[in-house]
């Protein structure tokens, strides 16, 4: 997924209230993951800044809820997800990794930031994909910014969409990207983080992987992998400047080249964003809610454009 290697998504997951049991092993679909503990050794995880500190502070005390940075290690050979010994709430966190449909976003994305509210209690959590820290080498307390961006929002009462587990969830989980984005990046600068050094060399493999017509983000499912190249193509139209990547049309050319119906979903919604204030409530709830009926429209025409199975 494009969009997910550049930055995460927010998930409001209050309706997660199954009980399980944390180191069962699932069922033997090649999508599921057996969790154990992670054995010493392994890549550590990124901690932290003292100013990313002061503003995750800042979202516990307005949220009243924790915090919590979550590697989470992956070995495909295996069919396994290993978390460390450490990881606060594992039965909670175990939730989510536990689903088929979550896992499959997740695995595409370098961190995704979960607010998790049920009868056990209330935390959120960024969750860590090591198995790309690769990525953001150098950059991570960009990438970790981004994340604590989405929570911030969340407990400033801005409206999210919620998680459903359904297949199409990255459709809703992309529109709240889409809107978020453009408050996030106003947020950063305004906190002085420079997310430039964390986003252009994402960009720059991206484009050499669709000029090579690879897509080594591309998830299971071809309605997501469109849908992020959709959040992608108004991030980099509304969020980077020619003058801060010289590539900058170069790569909206190639999204547009692999993808015809692109530009013609996804102008029309970055121009009505732009109209609005997207840091007034209602009005960024008018943009999500725009977003959401664009990406749906998307989502039914791919779905309509689909060869029917074989017999």
Same mark, same amino acid.
């Given at each position: 997924?494009?969009?997910a290697?550049?930055?995460?998504s927010?998930l ?12 069962l ?5 090649a999508?599921?993951f ?28 307005a ?12 070995d495909p ?10 990881v606060?709430?594992?039965?909670? *966190?175990?939730?989510?990794?536990? !689903?088929?449909?979550?896992? %499959? =976003?997740? /695995?595409?994305m370098?961190? #995704?930031? @979960?607010? +998790? ?16 820290? *690769?990525?953001?080498?150098?950059? !991570?307390?960009?990438?970790? %910014? =981004?994340? /604590?961006g989405?929570?911030? #929002?969340? @407990?400033? +009462? ?26 996030i990046?106003k ?8 997310f430039?050094?964390y986003w ?10 669709l ?5 080594p983000?591309a998830g299971?499912r ?5 849908i ?10 509304a ?58 429209q ?5 779905a ?8």
């Amino acid at each position: 997924m494009l969009a997910a290697s550049a930055f995460g998504s927010i998930l409001d997951a209050r309706a997660r209230v199954n009980q399980v049991s944390w180191l069962l092993r699932l069922t033997a679909s090649a999508g599921l993951f057996a969790f154990t503990v992670l054995s010493a050794g392994a890549q550590p995880a990124p901690v932290l800044s003292e100013p990313l500190k002061e503003w995750a502070r800042q979202i516990e005390e307005a949220g009243a809820a924790p915090v919590y940075l979550v590697p989470v290690y992956t070995d495909p050979a295996r069919n396994e997800i290993y978390l460390g010994e450490d990881v606060q709430q594992r039965a909670v *966190v175990g939730r989510y990794l536990r !689903d088929e449909t979550f896992v %499959a =976003h997740f /695995l595409g994305m370098h961190a #995704l930031a @979960v607010s +998790h509210q049920g009868p056990e209690g209330s935390w959120h959590f960024i969750l860590l994909n090591m198995a790309r820290a *690769v990525d953001w080498k150098g950059a !991570d307390q960009a990438m970790l %910014a =981004h994340e /604590l961006g989405h929570l911030w #929002l969340r @407990v400033q +009462h801005f409206p999210v969409p919620a998680y459903t587990g359904a297949a199409d969830a990255c459709v809703n989980a992309s529109a709240g990207d889409i809107v978020q984005h453009f408050v996030i990046r106003k947020e950063l600068v305004r906190r002085g983080i420079d997310f430039l050094p964390y986003w252009l060399p994402n960009l720059r493999r991206a484009l050499s992987a669709l000029e090579s017509g690879a897509n080594p983000d591309a998830g299971p499912r071809p309605l997501c992998q469109a849908i992020s190249q959709a959040v992608l193509w108004i991030d980099v139209q509304a969020g980077l400047a020619e003058a801060d990547w010289s590539d900058r049309q170069r790569f909206l050319e190639a999204l547009e080249s692999g993808f015809p119906a692109l530009r013609q979903h996804a102008e029309p919604l970055l121009e009505y964003l732009k109209s609005l204030d997207l840091e007034d409530r209602q009005q960024h709830l008018r943009g999500l809610l725009a977003a959401a009926a664009r990406l749906q429209q998307l989502a039914r025409e791919l779905a309509a454009s689909e060869p029917p199975p074989a017999a």
